[in-house]
């Protein structure tokens, strides 16, 4: 129950045991037409998602520098440590960046984008680059408001990590006008990781034209002139894709909408049961991600939790980065994730804080306060 | 038998198909120690060999752009397709390329880097970059006395892509000084593709002070960070970790001698049953990588002969690349072959060589010459 590597079905990995084939090999092309047709309808887009062999940090970074130029100007949403991350890679390739901040656990003000992008008169800025869901304090930021404020603008690019949110609630790329979107195969898509995914919309391609940041690897031009070619730039993590063709049609045949209420409804589960065993939110309630949720215990550790949770049932859980360590912890629901093994982590959970003498209401409650939005 | 992806055994692939665990769980931790250990036996280097979830060029890019400065002046050797990638990779980010360039097929004149050297007095340049065996087209180019050449001149740094060379031939990199060593896991590790290797030398951790060219997940820094602490920057590919233990073990239990003496004996037998078929070797035997050989037939399409070997044989070769589609056909012999393997190809090659006529001794011939290195 961590937000990533998130659990993997058998039939998955079973695809990801196979001898690898060729990469240039007419077999290979033909599951590459395939998985490119599953990923446009997993971003609801008509723009040609490219896949990367690497790292969800490759994908993003790989939208930052192919759409713009040294020293252009962006807004950055910075509400949890992903955020800081693309400061770093921003201003790594010399951009010049305004961090626009809200406190860990709470989300970006909306708002606050609204003025400096209206307040921006000579269209400087050319990218608004923020974090959908914020995996290190389980807050989802509004990005559907957000890119309305950057489309109002009229110049600046809407650039999206939507790796804990892409597969868990609705990002419809091109109905929302996002201009780029990243991802990666350990979190909605129900993949062990190594691939990494970014689509651009026309917008982006045009800035693109004009992007100046070097890159080779993560030259994008590269993977869209073989993505029509239903090939790859370089070799690709060929196993990854036998697995990713699984997982996907499994995503098909449960259908969008069901997967997200499934995410939604096990938010709903735990953000209650967790009220009902006594334990804050650490983000508000409605602002909780539907791909992971933190939980700030005030009576004890949140690492002896997950020590005893682990040690008893044998379930990870996932604890506080940086300044966090100790104070949150965070219950994974993202993926391969079904009723049954919700109600079994807050089970676990419950039992636990129990046994740590710190429960607020009659062991059970919380179970009861879940059960309610399962069934 | 193509050059990559290679045949991987049956206990990697189901090492492979395990299900994830969390990358920055303790089990995992001790999974990466081991394996880093297993990199430097592998390396024959006391220095850490980076782990980077990605393709080879993204390890050979990071390679290049962590010891660099914008402008510095670097010599390529370009003798085929990936020399001419290199090219590429450097002045993608503003270096100042210099080719040394030799006929696809023939190898690197190691003279030629000598003079060059010798002749840069003021110590301008800083890096010689060089493919060890250049897969396009089947040759192996001398590394060890270009880096000698390179060291003598005690300034540049030699920066190699040994993808097809390490874990096919000896390539010591400590012992023969090299400064950046790239490698890819679907090659002579017997592993799926997905992950790629760079290890540097102390002399490349200092430039790495002082490069100037944007990264971010090509970072080295952070990855030497991490690797000290048995970990990653960033999610790595974790199920390829899984599968890349037990390759190492499988090659450790063989020893480093074996594996190079097992090579070079494939190498032999391939040369001497395609002379014998009366098909002449795209590149002098001499200078014939360890992991592939490249055939040039004069009286049939290569493309011809491919298709024919596929269809009745079920045996893929590699065809030639850009201008060379056609014109000759690979055998790739790299990773995870045996002699049995080789026997198999050679008899499906002669049998459809003579199948179009072409053969010019009996039917046999071929199989009697590479059996002659086989037993």
Redesign the interface.
């Known amino acids: 129950m961590?937000p990533?590597?998130t659990?993997?079905p058998e039939r998955v990995?079973?695809a990801?045991?196979?001898?690898?084939?060729?990469?240039r090999?007419k077999e290979f092309q033909a599951l590459v037409e395939r998985t490119n047709k599953q990923l446009r309808w997993l971003h609801q887009t008509e723009e040609e998602v490219l896949v990367?062999?690497?790292?969800?940090?490759?994908a993003m970074?790989a939208g930052i520098i192919n759409t713009l130029r040294k020293g252009d100007k962006v807004l950055c949403g910075e509400n949890g440590k992903f955020g800081e991350r693309w400061v770093?890679?921003a201003k790594?390739?010399?951009l010049e960046v305004e961090v626009i901040q809200s406190a860990w656990g709470t989300p970006l003000e909306t708002d606050t984008f609204k003025e400096r992008l209206e307040k921006d008169i000579n269209k400087e800025i050319r990218a608004v680059i923020i974090t959908h869901s914020e995996t290190s304090t389980g807050v989802i930021n509004d990005l559907e408001v957000i890119s309305q404020h950057v489309k109002k603008h009229g110049k600046a690019l809407t650039i999206a990590d939507c790796v804990t949110s892409l597969g868990a609630c609705n990002v419809p790329m091109d109905a929302w006008g996002i201009d780029v979107i990243a991802s990666?195969s350990?979190k909605g898509y129900m993949m062990?990781?190594?691939l990494s995914f970014v689509a651009l919309s026309q917008r982006a391609w045009q800035a693109y034209k004009k992007s100046d940041?070097?890159?080779?690897?993560?030259?994008l031009g590269q993977y869209l002139k073989a993505a029509k070619n239903n090939s790859n730039p370089?070799?690709?993590?060929?196993?990854?894709y036998f697995a990713m063709e699984k997982a996907l049609e499994m995503m098909e045949k449960e259908g969008l909408k069901n997967i997200f209420s499934r995410h939604a409804r096990h938010r709903s589960a735990i953000q209650a049961a967790m009220k009902a065993i006594g334990l804050p939110l650490f983000a508000d309630e409605i602002h909780g991600s539907p791909a992971i949720t933190a939980v700030a215990p005030e009576d004890f550790d949140a690492e002896l939790l997950r020590k005893i949770v682990k040690e008893n049932f044998d379930i990870?859980l996932?604890g506080g980065q940086d300044h966090l360590k100790g104070k949150i912890f965070r219950i994974g629901h993202l993926g391969f994730v079904n009723d049954r093994d919700i109600l079994t982590a807050i089970a676990a959970i419950e039992t636990s804080v129990h046994s740590l003498g710190a429960g607020k209401n009659k062991l059970g409650e919380g179970l009861r306060a879940a059960s309610d939005h399962i069934i």
């Open positions: 961590i990533g590597p659990p993997v990995l079973t990801l045991g196979r001898h690898p084939i060729g990469h090999s990367i062999t690497g790292s969800g940090t490759a970074e770093k890679v790594a390739y010399g990666g350990q062990p990781p190594g940041l070097p890159k080779f690897y993560l030259d370089f070799t690709p993590s060929v196993n990854l990870l996932a």
